[in-house]
Structure formats: C-alpha cells, structure tokens
C-alpha cells in the first residue's frame, strides 16, 4: 500500500508514527512543510523535517516533542556569553551536527530534498540496518518562509513582518496576527518525488498539524493542491483542532489571520471538499465537534467522529484505521 501524508509539527511528526503502526506494511511518503525553516548563526535549520525525522528514528526528546533526547546545551550557553543574536532560539549540541551537515551539503549544492534523503539515511532505519518504508521529502527545494504580520507602533506603518520562528519561539505568538504570508511560494516548485507520491498514493492523509503554517504551506506549493484534487486515492484528513482549540501549537493565534474560525468544522470547510475545488474527500472531527457533522455533509464532504487524542502511538493508530474506515467504506 502506498501512502502519501502532507505534515507538520510536532503534531504531524506523532500522527506519522501512528501511520506507521497503522500500516506496518505500506510505504509511506511524508511530504513536510518546510516554511518553517530559518537561518541562524549561519546554519540552515528546518524544525518540522527535524522532528519528523527524530520522531521516526527515536531520537526525539519525548518530554518535549521535539529536539534530541538527552540533549545539552553548551554551545548555546558560549554563544549568550559572547552575546550573539538571537539569543531566543535554542540551539542543542547533538541537534547542532544536524544543522552543520545540511548546510554544508546546501552549501556545497545539493538540494534540500537530496540533503534530507541523506540525513535520513541514519535515522530511518530499523533494527537490522535496513532502510525503513518511510520517506521523508520537503515540500519544496526552493526557498519558503512563513511570516506574520503584527503590529508595531514604533513601524511607520504601524505594523510589521516577522518571521513565524519568531513569532511563534520570542514572541510566544502574544501579539495579534494580522496576516500570514508565505515569502517565495508564488514562486517555488514540489520537490522531487512529491508529486508522484500523490498521483501513486491509495491513501492521502492530511495530519492534523497547524491548518494556517504547516499544511497551508504545504497545499500553497504551486502544483499540489492540483495534484490532490486529480489523485485516484481517497483524500483524508484528520482536525487538530479538539472543542474549539487546538491540541498543540497556536492555531487559535493564526486561523482568524486568514478568516478562519477556530472550530473543527471551520478548518474542514477551510479545506473543502474536492468536488468544490478543495481537497478533502472526508474531514474526521472529534466526538466533541459531532455537532458540526450535518455542516460539513451539506458542504458535499464525508464527515465522521472519532476519539482523535495522540496519548501513544497505538491510540493514534487506532483512529487513524477507524477515521480511514469511517470515510471510505
């Protein structure tokens, strides 16, 4: 079985790992946001391929959802002492070697999507050594970056841009978002591999990551949203959103920048159905949000409930097979 999921976050990395365990035999394809990705101190960071990488090999701190178990900090330590900027990003001594090698190989020419395959090649493997059914492939090799727009009064405009990292890690995602842009979409291309994986995939999930930053990027990569709705796979996504609000992350600080409401429903009808140009075949909800069920069926999708909390991965396994049943049977 071939499957081809669009994630992000620590969200998407932990619905992957119960996609995994859903399906042990199927082969699956992680096409992952990478509008996330910042430079820092000179290194090309990429947070969601990170997690989702650590999260499948085990190497992911599990207190928190991501960086490296047993992690230390000493070089970030060296750096506040000499006082370089910025000091609000954490960067971890075992998660700093992934950083140095993807720019290096960056650097050297190879594109991100090349890069990430050889990373992986440590990570996504089992017990024996053998490469795992998993493929990690960034959205795009181009360069994409999230930024939120929020005021400002010492701006001349008022306001300003800045990038999501620092919204979300310095800012704590406080101030109101105004707008959310993604620099460089228009203009980007899927990266290899992404578009195969969905015109071949017999399922298509979309994670219930961050609707605004993790999937709506991933979806904005001119050619995708295009390949979803003309895929011959049943296309199903799960809401991260849970009784009003979202299970991780800030969505609730985001959704009403794009004129969202923040519901599951909401999210669902964001989405759309593929026969209204959208991209969902069925939306699974939460039995807190059953009551928008008879919303989403009129607005042509196939809607159904579930328990949809990721306490382990055999929950998440559970609700992904069953959410799957509901939808397509």
């Known amino acids: 079985m071939q499957i081809a999921v669009l994630a992000g976050g ?21 096409i992952v946001n990478t509008a996330d990705d910042i430079t820092l101190h000179g290194l090309h960071i990429s947070p969601d391929l990170d997690t989702m990488m650590y999260s499948l090999g085990g190497g992911i701190d599990p207190e928190r ?12 330590g060296e750096l506040a002492a000499y006082g370089v900027e910025p000091s609000w ?35 996504l493997r089992d017990a024996d050594q053998r490469a795992q059914p998993v493929q990690l492939v960034p959205m795009t090799d181009d360069r994409v970056e999230t ?18 990292q620092e919204y979300w890690v310095k800012l704590h995602a406080e101030p109101e978002a105004r707008q959310v842009l993604q620099v460089g979409i228009d203009k980007c291309r899927p990266a290899p591999g992404v578009l195969e994986a969905i015109s071949t995939a017999e399922l298509v999930l979309l994670a219930p990551s961050n609707p605004v930053v993790s999937i709506g990027p991933v979806l904005g990569v001119p050619g995708i949203t295009a390949a979803i709705r003309a895929a011959k796979a ?19 600080r985001l959704l009403p920048a794009i004129g969202v409401d923040v519901d599951a429903g909401s999210v669902g ?40 909390i990721m306490s382990e991965p055999a929950a998440t396994a559970d609700f992904i097979q069953h959410g799957v049943k509901l939808a397509t049977e």
Do not use: N
């Open 269 to 308: 009808l964001h989405y759309g159905a593929r026969p209204a140009d959208g991209v969902l075949d069925a939306w699974i909800v939460d039995t807190a949000d059953a009551g928008a069920l008879p919303r989403l069926r009129e607005h042509g999708l196939i809607a159904a409930s579930t328990d949809l």
């Open 89 to 123: 990003f954490g960067l971890g001594d075992l998660d700093l070697a992934t950083h140095l090698v993807r720019t290096q190989m960056l650097d050297a020419g190879y594109p991100l999507s090349t890069v990430t395959q050889a990373l992986c090649t440590r990570w």
């Open 147 to 164: 930024h939120v727009v929020i005021d400002d009064p010492a701006a001349a405009s008022g306001r300003r841009a800045v990038h999501f």
């Open 65 to 76: 959802g991501w960086g490296r178990a047993e992690e230390t900090w000493r070089v970030g």
């Open 234 to 252: 049943p296309v199903v996504g799960f809401s991260g959103i849970i009784g009003g609000a979202p299970v991780l992350g800030m969505a609730h």
């Open 10 to 30: 620590v969200g998407g990395s932990r619905f992957v790992q119960g996609v995994r365990r859903a399906y042990p035999d199927a082969t699956v394809t992680v």
